[in-house]
């Protein structure tokens, strides 16, 4: 049987007993899967079967059942609670199945899934267990997507955009894509992207996500919907930065303009000044220079005269720069509102 044949007999069955003879037929296929196509499987019998948290869910806590069988029911019921936001109960779940599975390294891939609209302490045990999934299970492209996609859900918790973080989740959501390019794998990617401010190429892997999801899929609507309104942010957050972007720039050059203009003006009052007291002083030298051929008494009174005058331009040009200086300090300072 396979897995198309088993979501068909799934939907006609009306008890658990049914749905559990329905899986252990699939069992002797599934065993022989590696972890991604059992994970592919898992999935498509969890988002198939509105009710199927409910027909197998107790089962994870019957220890009397074939240990794999228990196992393929934590999987698909886990899976199924978070396609349906079940969160609660989908930890529930992996709580009533112990340490019975921690052997198996999918289980921590799943209980990763079990935490994942988790924030705080949840969100940092969705961390720890997608890391150990990904360490035992490196090519499975399911478990390297579900470490990206808790890294930037981590980031966004934290109002982040750690470059190193965003670098790593780039790169494990890369290599997601390049085993299996899934359209969760690009929202993902798009997530990243958008918060890297890549918006162009975020926009592309929306689209391909849009265009690729399955619409066989129960929840296909409401990741649509996912989808749509990340494009909408990503369009609001680029407008907003390219106004803000545009409103700094006017800022900056009116400052500059008018921090110019009051510069050049003290500038200009400075040299004035300095070429005023230059004058007095050459003309003091002028007249020094003629001072051998006069009488010693007129010479003496010139010498005085000339003393007072070089004493009154030094300190009138000493209050002009004075001001000058005062004047360009207080053109750089901010103005304020008085009415504030």
């Known amino acids: ?35 991604y196509p059992y994970d592919e499987a898992v999935t498509a019998l969890a988002t198939a079967c509105p009710d199927i948290v409910d027909m197998i869910g107790g089962s994870v806590a019957q220890s009397g059942l074939d240990p794999d069988l228990r196992f393929l029911c934590l999987a698909i019921a886990t899976i199924a609670c978070r396609r349906q936001r079940l969160y609660l109960e989908g930890r529930r779940l992996m709580d009533s199945a112990g340490d019975d599975f921690e052997h198996r390294p999918l289980y921590w891939h799943y ?45 966004e918790a934290r109002g982040s955009r750690e470059t190193s973080e965003l670098t790593e989740a780039l790169k494990l959501v890369n290599e997601a894509v ?21 918006y162009d190429e975020a926009l592309d892997n929306l689209m391909e996500a849009i265009d690729g999801e399955d ?18 942010e990503i369009d609001m957050e680029r407008a907003a930065n390219r106004l803000i972007g545009s409103v700094e720039l006017t800022l900056e050059r009116r400052i500059e303009e008018t921090v110019r203009r009051r510069v050049d003006g003290a500038e200009l009052r400075l040299v004035q000044t300095i070429a005023f007291v230059a004058a007095a002083i050459g003309l003091v ?3 020094v220079a003629t001072l051998g051929k006069r009488p010693v008494g ?43």
Not at 3 to 23: F, K, M, N, Q
Not at 134 to 151: F, K
Not at 218 to 227: G, K, N, Q, V
């Open 1 to 35: 049987m396979d897995t198309r044949d088993a979501i068909e007999r799934l939907a006609a069955s009306t008890d658990t007993e049914g749905h559990l003879a329905v899986l252990r037929s699939l069992l002797p296929q599934l065993r022989a899967l590696d972890p």
């Open 111 to 155: 209980l990763a899934q079990s935490y994942w609209a988790g924030s705080g302490q949840d969100l940092q045990r969705r961390l720890d267990s997608a890391r150990r999934a990904y360490r035992e299970l490196p090519e499975a492209a399911g478990v390297i997507h579900s470490l990206a996609a808790a890294l930037i859900d981590a980031l």
């Open 178 to 198: 390049e085993l299996k390019q899934r359209p969760r794998f690009l929202y993902t990617r798009a997530r990243i992207l958008r918060r890297m401010e890549r």
């Open 215 to 232: 619409r066989q899929a129960l929840d296909w609507r409401d990741r649509i919907a996912e989808y749509i309104l990340l494009r909408a």
């Open 285 to 287: 030298q002028a007249s």
């Open 298 to 340: 007129q010479a003496m009174l010139i010498v005085f005269g000339l003393a007072i005058a070089l004493f009154g331009a030094v300190g009138i040009g000493a209050v002009l720069i004075r001001r000058s200086l005062a004047n360009s300090h207080e053109s750089e300072k901010p103005t304020t509102d008085p009415q504030r």
